[in-house]
């Protein structure tokens, strides 16, 4: 939950640092620091956003250098302070280390080196990985070995990076369980947590795999495993560009990323649908006609993205499927078998929970496919296969444009097996493809929406509670709302099946009560439309003042609630995806007309990488 970026070339450290944890802050923002080595090494680092970084350079400027790591902190030991920020320093100030994760046996790496006399300045697990590289340091006179016999002594997660300032030109860094990837340019090399931290100097990068040691200099990348084996890392170009990474003139990235959101769909499916048949590039759905189950494993808006899958999936391929939190599903011992597959969805390729979920799957036995937004992520590594979602980058920290790429990309997976298997009805297949090309258009009309939305957020920008009812596939989305609320706004906000509302949270309901409701097609085919109008009748005559997001010129619901967010005529499937698309909007605008951080939410950060 950290971002970090090292750099080794000609040009000035501290541009490329600041420029690439500017892009990485999404990742945490907590505090943020620099250490670059010119005549010697030095180090700025401060609590607070990287702004506060970037005004004690200018107050406090050291001396640019060719050779520096850069760290922007999400805390996990130690409250956010400018002492518990990263880099940690180390042999007299000579060494300067960063770290992503977790180191989880610090105490008795701590205890061992205060017994040795060394003094610590943090609260922090990172400042032992830091004096423990100093003292292999001195027994190796080689950074990267001084960091091989280091890791071999760590358990948890971590992505770390070190410099020393003997050893100008030399940035080393390794990972387990936490994301690193190198960019490679002409007379310089990069490292960062992600792409974003070098995607305006370079396209080509290489992922790190687990359990691996990077050594950059300007113009060489050597890779070895913890055990000192060479390894050749895997390829791969960057495909978007620093644009597509920054604002482009929006108010935030959320509203960029909000209106991305026909894009994403469009980008998902390009290329993957051919005469109506669905086929994607390096995934075979035959190879899964044996399968018996497919289990969904996410956390957050990409578990509830899992949900519509479920729905349709099981509709379509006729498979029994089920969708676990990442966090839950790996500690019940679940029965799964090699007829099982496990399906991933992660926008970061990076949460934790997941990807320690998607570990244990493959230890006992599971197939496993990652569907993921980032590319050389290591979930998608750690699976046998991968669907990627397009929607590009996504900076704000509430998910919007993933989520409906995870859905294209969920329902691009279920007709690709239920084409396989025989067991889809190709008619109700052909349509589905249909709709799937129609939803970029039908999502650009939801987005006209956007004004009248923000009114109605600005009127109830003192709302303290917010309910949210859906059927079906609209559960999943009553779900998802209600996250972007907590999330955004900052207030208590929960999504029920309109089934479950008589079975007791009618009893929240009271005069004045604030209810959206998803509401069904009325052509839907489960005859669910008259269901979800009876709940809204029944919330009505309690007082609620229902927000229903329905089919354009659906009459039964005019009667009965305050506002109807249109969303165009689609078949059930379909509807999620527009239908959630105002939520992502309202959450948005309520948050801003409260003043908050619509980017940065107070205590998240966009990558969960530590359980
Ligand atoms: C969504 O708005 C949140 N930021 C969070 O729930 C997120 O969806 C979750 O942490 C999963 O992240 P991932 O998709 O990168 O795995």
New binding site residues.
């Given amino acids: 939950m950290c971002g970090i970026v090292g750099y080794v070339g000609p040009r000035g450290s501290q541009e490329v640092l600041l420029g690439g944890l500017g892009r990485l802050e999404y990742r945490g923002y907590d505090s943020a620091g620099v250490a670059i080595i010119s005549a010697n090494l030095q180090t700025r680092k401060r609590s607070g956003k990287l702004q506060t970084l970037r005004d004690e350079l200018v107050a406090n400027p050291l001396d640019d250098g060719h050779t520096g790591i850069g760290h922007t902190r999400w805390a996990t030991h130690g409250a956010p302070t400018d002492v518990n920020a990263h880099p940690h320093l180390a042999d007299g100030g000579k060494l300067a280390l960063i770290h992503n994760g977790i180191i989880e046996n610090f105490a008795e790496l701590k205890a061992e080196l205060v017994a040795e006399g060394t003094e610590f300045t943090s609260e922090t697990d990172s400042e032992v990985a830091a004096h423990m590289v100093a003292r292999e340091y001195h027994r190796t006179s080689n950074l990267t070995e001084a960091m091989r016999a280091v890791v071999a002594r760590l358990d948890g997660a971590f992505t770390l990076l070190v410099v020393h300032e003997d050893s100008p030109g030399v940035v080393v860094g390794a990972r387990r369980n936490s994301p690193l990837v190198i960019g490679l340019g002409k007379g310089e090399n990069f490292l960062g947590s992600d792409v974003a931290a070098f995607v305006e100097y370079t396209s080509d990068a290489l992922a790190i795999g687990q359990d691996q040691i990077v050594t950059i200099t300007k113009d060489d990348v050597t890779v070895i495993d913890f055990d000192g084996n060479s390894v050749t890392p895997e390829p791969f170009t960057v495909t978007w560009d620093v644009s597509a990474a920054d604002k482009g003139g929006w108010s935030s990235f959320m509203a960029k990323e909000i209106s991305e959101e026909p894009a994403a769909v469009a980008d998902t499916i390009r290329g993957r649908i051919k005469n109506g048949e669905v086929q994607i590039e390096g995934f075979e759905p035959s190879a899964l006609i044996d399968v018996d189950r497919i289990i969904i494993i ?6 509830y993205a899992g949900l519509v899958g479920k729905y349709a999936l099981e509709q379509w391929a006729r498979i029994p499927v089920d969708v676990e939190l990442s966090h839950e599903f790996r500690y019940r011992e679940p029965v799964i078998s090699d007829r099982t597959l496990i399906v991933s ?7 934790m929970d ?1 990807l320690m979920a998607v570990k244990y799957a493959r230890e006992v036995g599971a197939r496993t496919l990652s569907i993921c ?1 980032t590319q050389g992520a290591t979930i998608p590594r750690e699976s046998d296969a991968v669907i990627y979602t397009h929607a590009g980058p996504e900076v704000a ?4 444009k ?1 989520f409906v790429a995870q859905v294209t990309a969920l329902y691009l997976l279920g007709i690709a097996i239920a084409q396989a298997n025989g067991k889809g009805d190709s008619k109700v297949l052909a349509a589905v493809v249909r709709d799937l090309e129609a939803t970029p258009a039908m999502l650009e009309t939801v987005l006209l929406h956007g004004e009248r939305i923000k009114t109605l957020a600005k009127w109830m920008a003192d709302t303290q509670a917010i309910l949210l009812l859906g059927r079906h596939v609209g559960y999943p989305i009553a779900l998802e709302g209600a ?2 609320l907590k ?1 955004l706004a900052y207030i208590h906000a929960e999504g029920f099946a309109a089934g479950e509302l008589k079975h007791g949270p009618i009893a929240l309901i009271e005069p004045g009560q604030v209810v959206f409701v998803i509401v069904p097609s009325p052509r839907d085919p489960h005859s669910l439309h008259a269901k979800v109008v009876s709940n809204i009748q029944e919330i009505r005559a309690r007082g609620a003042r229902v927000i229903a997001i329905a089919e354009q010129g659906d009459a039964a619901v005019l009667p009965y609630a305050d506002e109807v967010i249109p969303i165009p005529l689609a078949s059930s499937f379909i509807e999620p995806i527009l239908a959630v698309v105002p939520l992502h909007i309202f959450a948005m605008e309520l948050a801003a007309a409260k003043g908050l951080d619509v980017d940065q939410p107070r205590n ?1 950060a ?3 990488t530590v359980e």
């Fill in positions: 996410a956390c957050g808006t990409a578990a969805v992660s926008q970061s390729g990076e949460t997941t937004n920290v509430a998910s919007t993933a996250l972007k999330e998240l966009k990558s969960v």
